[in-house]
């Protein structure tokens, strides 16, 4: 599938979402996500919170992977 993607002066372009490659990136959130809440002993905290940070762990892992840093 793809979406259009405004650009430079109201130019558009094609841009391909890879659906499974979100999936699992998704599932790899939710599992960290998960984590964080069993750390803490599933008490208080937030699950928008250990969400937001799961997913940038894992961002920062992949830019790592990548050889570029999280900005």
Known sequence: ??????????????????????????EHVAVAAYFHAEHRGFNG?????????AEAEINAELNKDKGTSAH
């Open 1 to 26: 599938m793809s979406h259009t993607v405004h650009g430079a002066k109201g130019l558009h372009k094609q841009a391909a979402i890879d659906h499974k490659a979100v999936e699992h990136f998704h």
């Open 45 to 53: 905290g937030d699950p928008v919170a250990d969400w937001l940070a």
